[in-house]
């Protein structure tokens, strides 16, 4: 006896692979590249600042920016890694402004910008505070949100 059989019909489903897991990235590696990108656009600024006697806005923003990028594209998806650029952004706008300062006073005292910054920190740091006005903490909160955002982004 025999008996008629069919096998099922082969499905037109076939399930796809999995995608392959996010890269974590070199937090190291970004934490790096932020920092080298921050002391950078701090002297960059340092020298807008001194230049123009002023702070300015956009700048601030394209230090944070800078931070942000070198710290998204080296460091990679790390969550950690936006956050680290925001906080090495606000520390280099900031730098940024007391070196415009130690810039301008090297020029009015005749001595190197090393010296100024060496022999006369406090001298450089109570110029800060004379100055010191609601609009320099809104640049070191735009610079670092700005960091935030563009490291967020920009991770590959």
Not at 25 to 47: F, I
Not at 145 to 152: D, L
Request: glycine content about 12%; aromatic content about 8%; overall charge neutral.
């Amino acid at each position: 006896m025999s008996q008629n059989f069919q096998p099922p019909a082969p499905s037109s489903y076939t399930p796809t692979p999995a995608p392959a897991p996010a890269r974590s990235g070199n937090a190291v590696l970004g934490v790096l590249a932020a920092v080298v990108a921050g002391l950078v656009a701090a002297g960059v600024y340092g020298a807008i600042v001194k230049a123009t006697h002023h702070e300015i806005g956009y700048a601030a923003v394209g230090v944070g920016a800078l931070v942000g990028f070198a710290a998204g594209k080296a460091g990679g998806r790390n969550a950690v890694l936006p956050v680290v650029a925001a906080l090495v952004s606000v520390a280099a706008v900031l730098a940024g402004q007391l070196f415009g300062i130690a810039l301008d006073g090297a020029e009015q005292l005749s001595e190197s910008v090393v010296d100024v910054l060496t022999n006369r920190t406090s001298d450089v740091i109570e110029s800060w505070k004379e100055n010191l006005d609601p609009l320099t903490f809104l640049f070191l909160a735009i610079g670092g949100y700005a960091a935030f955002q563009v490291g967020r982004k920009t991770a590959a």
